[in-house]
């Protein structure tokens, strides 16, 4: 088989652990244990946004970026990492494939010449929060092959530009995220939920909610984990863990996941949860919805209405029966459906034919 040149294009470095970010390094990591050349650039720039600071300062921040971008992740020892001004053809060698993420860098990719790789780009969620609504549904028409995580996004590319994309699965890493407390051996009311001070993650709102569920179960515990700091005046029965390196150990502590996000691309803690044990109980929206199904896999609740919030957290805190089989069942459909191989062989081999 032929080993492959691959750039991979990313925003500018980061020193706390995101969704879309961890996918295309898993993708950069993967590539490179089947033998691949992988680079991963990331862009100073913003192309449509004017920058405060020059490029020159920007740029030397990121190098002091650089370590703790690999704080969080672990990277395949041939991976290579590298900051760039810009994504332009100055910036980069030549390759074989160049594969992006984000929709900013989707216009930066389709201006790059031929000889810099056929051109892939990743779109992980409907980015419209951003002020550009209308230059992110252009994006979706430009002369690139766009793959998407999630069918709500496949949707929404074709409605936009006439061009169906392809779908391409995100996946969960069982090897780390796997039941080790059996299901049923978790009887106490605890819950674990992603904290985040982004308002479209629903956090406060979620707070809220437990604060009146512990009155109904007065030996409630919950977990929180994050890349934020601890918020203030957090009660005792509240435990907060920043950065964990043993997440999925909280996972398998935990009887219930619960997510309330506003909008998400394709949520990976609630399906990491599932794979360790966990029950889910989110928000009715399209980045849960290739994975959680009502009364089924997870039970739904609509964002922002914290009396459901509450009551379906009540409802399945206090039935064992319930909550053992959605985290049954939620468990076996990661574990079916999402693999990290499955997918990695599918991009490999678009890669290639292309």
Known sequence: MKKLRIHVLLPGLTSKAGGGTKIMYEYANRLAERGHEVYVYHSVAKPFRPMKSPVWFKWALSFLRNKFSKSWFKFHASVKLHVVPDITDEYLPNADVVFSTWW????????LSPEKGKKFNLIQ?????TGFEQEVYDSFKLPITHLVIANY????????????PIILNNAIDTQIFHITRPIASRVAPKIIMLYSELALKGSAT???VFRKLKQRLTDLEIILFSTFSKPANLEDWIDFHRNPANLHELYNEASVFFSPSLIEGWALPPAEAMACGCAVVCTNIGGHADYAMDGKTALMVSPADEK???????EVLSNPELKNTLAKNGNEFINTHFNWDASVTQLEKLFLEN
């Open 104 to 111: 900013e860098l989707a216009y930066r990719l389709a201006t």
């Open 125 to 129: 969620s409907l980015e419209v929060w």
């Open 153 to 164: 996004l496949k949707e929404a590319v074709y409605a936009h530009s006439g061009i169906m």
């Open 206 to 208: 979620a707070l809220n």
């Open 308 to 314: 459901m919030m509450e009551e379906r957290l009540f």
